[in-house]
């Protein structure tokens, strides 16, 4: 698990093809390294990956070939700057919300203007992801806990105020960029409970009105 608050921005060193797989291994720049293990997590753009090679400005991980289609770990090369976070302990302070690593899908900036001393960014997501997001909700985008300003349909936007945007790669964020979303797991799993006994059948879908009709709601 981890916090959505980054604690460094490193740089892939390089990404070697192993068949379908490729191992990645990423500079870690000024993530403390120190009281890190093979086979501990870390974040990378907000995926959970696992540290098997390990050295004071570095660590290697495999990336599987589901992980690099779900995400846009599979777009990087080397060079490209990556937000970092270690797995969170019980000592740490939770700043963000809980984050599991566990990638949704991939939205993709639509729109980037200053609001003050801030930015505001706007996102569109997968349709299948839209209704995991709600206004005033936890969404964590590249790794990063934020807070959502408000929907509109498949679409939603955030505010990103200064120290997040020198902290993290937001700041190289411009229309089109694509990025890796995690929905706030507490609504994934209440859909799951919602669905109750339906949801061991083969072909069991989300929450949907004909759902919700034909177990007693009604719109007015």
């Not at 937000?83 to 302990?89: D, H, R």
Request: hydrophobic share 40%.
């Amino acid at each position: 698990m981890f916090t959505g608050i980054i604690q460094a921005v490193g740089r892939i060193r390089s990404m070697e093809r192993r068949g379908e797989d490729v191992r990645l291994r990423v500079e870690t720049a000024a993530l403390p390294m120190q009281d890190t293990r093979r086979g501990d997590s870390i974040a990378v753009n907000g995926v959970c990956l696992t540290a098997v090679v390990l050295d004071d400005a570095s660590f290697e991980a495999d990336v599987s070939n589901e992980t690099l289609e779900r995400t846009s770990l599979g777009q990087l090369g080397s060079g490209s700057r990556v937000n970092l976070e270690k797995a969170l302990t019980p000592s740490t302070p939770l700043g963000g919300h809980l984050v599991s690593g566990h990638v949704d899908g991939m939205g993709e900036v639509i729109e980037r203007c200053q609001d003050g001393r801030s930015w505001r960014f706007a996102f569109r997501v997968p349709d299948r992801l839209a209704r995991y997001i709600a206004e005033k909700g936890s969404i964590c985008i590249d790794g990063v806990s934020l807070t959502v300003n408000g929907v509109n349909g498949a679409s939603f936007d955030v505010n990103i105020v200064p120290h997040t945007m020198d902290a993290t790669i937001i700041n190289g964020y411009r229309v089109g960029t694509q990025v890796n979303l995690e929905v706030d797991v507490i609504a994934r799993y209440l859909e799951r409970l919602m669905l109750g006994e339906a949801a061991a059948a083969p072909d069991a879908g989300g929450i949907t009105r004909d759902f919700l009709t034909r177990h007693g709601y009604r719109a007015d």
